[in-house]
């Protein structure tokens, strides 16, 4: 089985290619394409992503190495990203983790076994001010308590 | 005096992204002055007599950064917005992109064309995903007023920009790292010289601005360098965005003129120490910067007068510690932030800051043995100034300063394997 871009992504590449100066440079963005797509950069992923910008795949993969927000292990269908930085870590950021996994079952790889969510502690998110803050996905969750974390959780597990 | 918001003038309004409310308090207005009446050699002239001087951090002077692209390269001039905001502590540019777009986006246009950039790119951290799809939106809205696009309000000035999403690297803030991010590679920042101005992103002559310093030219070709230079002080004048966060009772972003009283902000601002607990400590300008004293404070916030107090102003982002905070425990925080993030390109980092993490973590976890705080200082001096970036410095920076001043707190812990202070696991119930 072969893999493709949809119609809508091809285009969006095909407009990266003609607004950036160089091919390379649309790297980062094109990743961001296909994770959005398929979720997961396996390897037939980055070949695609490789061939659709004519680079190297090696150097697809060399790039996605460095980048946390890549990932080439499967994730939750809600990844759930709490920032544990000073700020957030003062304002209560290990409650956060620690309700995380009193209520969400998450293997020892962070999973839950529904594979609804996964778990990650992550480095400053930019949000201190309106600490703890937890990333779910695309969307920033600031302000945390657990009443509030918990209607989240209650939200997501719903839909 | 009030001081009068100037680059937060916006954001309470009510579709404050939208750029029928930018354009109802004078926005663009800037712009059409420029293309009316000016050349790019007189803005940048006038930004260099504002003497503003960028908000990322090290503060050098904007106008004179400009100066220093070369003439007739035959190469096309490229102008990066520095929307990466990583450092811990700092959360202001997030402010101005989320809430008043179109600021950013004058500043962006009127800086490119000072420097002659017909395509400039705004590099945001991967994670504001929602901010670059509001850039994104306000640089359509732009477009359609033709404020963007080709021969810009019949001036012959052709502009785009691009917003490029990061994907989760704190080095990529570093300006060389994000030039080699954006060119599509792990962010490895670059030895220098070259510097960007003339050898930047893809070999051309490049400018990487913070997007708040961005956001200040509007407001100084509208008003003029002679009334931005009256702004606080001298030597350091502006409207400055201030980051509050941690143990205080009203945590945020606040706006003041350059060399606003530290004590004031974490007082007034802040409301002071949450909880009605004691400070202990304060980080003024984001996590790689000399950590300061309860006693220490009696500061202005400005880049000269922060560094005369030994430490740095840096993004202004202010962290504050409060007396139930064990300090070991804090700086373990830290140091695992720099453990993770040391891109790995030079040694001294790549080794020395997991090497100064695990130290900090065994004295926190009891394991700390009476030589640890010497090799913690030792590892520092072995860091600093030897890595082609200051990342180097910035990770071993905290780790010094707190040893220094904080030292009965880290002997206590290593003598009694416990920490002097203990605070309860504090995730705030709702009442």
């Not at chain 2, 190469?75 to 809430?99: C, H, V, W």
Request: hydrophobic share 35%; with cysteine.
């Amino acid at each position: 089985m072969s893999l493709e871009f949809s119609p809508e992504n091809q285009e969006k590449i095909q407009t990266l290619l003609d607004r950036y100066p160089d091919k390379r440079s649309t790297t980062l963005p094109v990743l961001h394409i296909a994770q959005a797509q398929f979720g997961t950069l396996t390897p037939e992923v980055i070949n695609l992503v490789a061939d659709a910008i004519d680079q190297e795949s090696m150097h697809v993969r060399d790039t996605i190495s460095f980048y946390t927000m890549f990932h080439t292990k499967e994730r939750g269908k809600y990844h759930l990203q709490v920032c544990h930085t000073l700020s957030c870590s003062l304002r209560g950021s290990e409650q956060v983790v620690d309700h995380l996994y009193e209520r969400l079952n998450f293997d020892e790889n962070g999973m839950t076994a529904d594979k609804q969510f996964s778990i990650e502690k992550v480095e400053c998110l930019g949000a201190c001010g309106t600490a703890p803050v937890v990333q779910i996905n695309n969307d920033y969750y600031e302000n945390l308590t657990i009443e509030r974390l918990d209607e989240i959780i209650d939200k997501l597990q719903a839909s | 005096m009030d001081y009068e918001p100037i680059l937060t003038q916006n954001v309470h309004k009510e579709n404050s992204r939208s750029i029928a409310t930018y354009e109802q308090s004078g926005g663009y207005s800037a712009l059409r002055k420029v293309f009316k009446e000016m050349s790019p050699a007189e803005v940048v002239d006038e930004v260099k007599a504002s003497n503003l001087r960028g908000r990322g951090g090290a503060g050098f002077p904007t106008g004179v950064k400009w100066s220093f692209v070369p003439k007739n390269t035959g190469k096309p001039t490229y102008l990066i917005m520095n929307a990466d905001e990583s450092e811990p502590g700092t959360f202001k540019d997030r402010l101005l992109m989320s809430k008043d777009p179109h600021m950013v986006v004058e500043g962006q246009i009127i800086s490119s064309f000072a420097i002659g950039c017909e395509l400039s790119f705004i590099y945001i951290r991967g994670e504001f995903y929602e901010e670059a799809q509001i850039l994104e939106a306000a640089i359509e809205e732009a477009r359609e007023k033709g404020y963007l696009g080709k021969n810009i309000l019949g001036s012959g000035f052709n502009h785009d920009i691009i917003v490029h999403r990061g994907a989760g690297a704190y080095i990529c803030g570093e300006e060389t790292g994000l030039i080699e991010s954006l060119e599509g590679k792990r962010g490895w920042p670059r030895i220098k010289p070259p510097f960007p101005a003339v050898e930047g992103y893809l070999q051309s002559p490049t400018i990487v601005n913070n997007v708040e310093t961005l956001a200040n030219v509007p407001h100084i070709i509208t008003r003029g360098a002679e009334w931005f230079k009256n702004i606080g002080p001298e030597k350091s004048p502006g409207p400055k965005l201030y980051c509050l966060s941690g143990d205080v009772e009203n945590p945020g972003v606040y706006e003041h003129a350059m060399g606003y009283p530290l004590k004031d902000l974490i007082y007034k601002d802040g409301g002071g120490i949450w909880k009605g607990r004691e400070l202990k400590a304060v980080i003024p300008g984001g996590s790689s910067v000399p950590v300061l004293t309860a006693d220490e404070i009696d500061i202005n916030m400005d880049f000269d007068s922060v560094a005369a107090a030994g430490s740095m102003l840096g993004s202004a982002a202010t962290m504050v510690i409060d007396d139930t905070a064990c300090m070991v425990d804090a700086l373990s925080n830290l140091t695992k932030f720099y453990a993770h993030e040391s891109c790995g390109q030079c040694t001294p980092c790549r080794e020395g800051s997991p090497w100064m993490m695990r130290i900090v973590r065994r004295i926190e976890n009891g394991d700390g043995e009476p030589n640890d705080l010497d090799m913690l200082l030792d590892i520092g001096t072995a860091i600093q100034q030897k890595t082609i970036c200051p990342f180097g410095d910035a990770a071993m920076t905290p780790v010094t300063t707190f040893v220094q001043k904080f030292r009965d707190e880290f002997e206590y812990h290593i003598e009694h394997k416990k920490c002097m202070v203990s605070r309860q696991k504090l995730m705030p119930q709702v009442a």
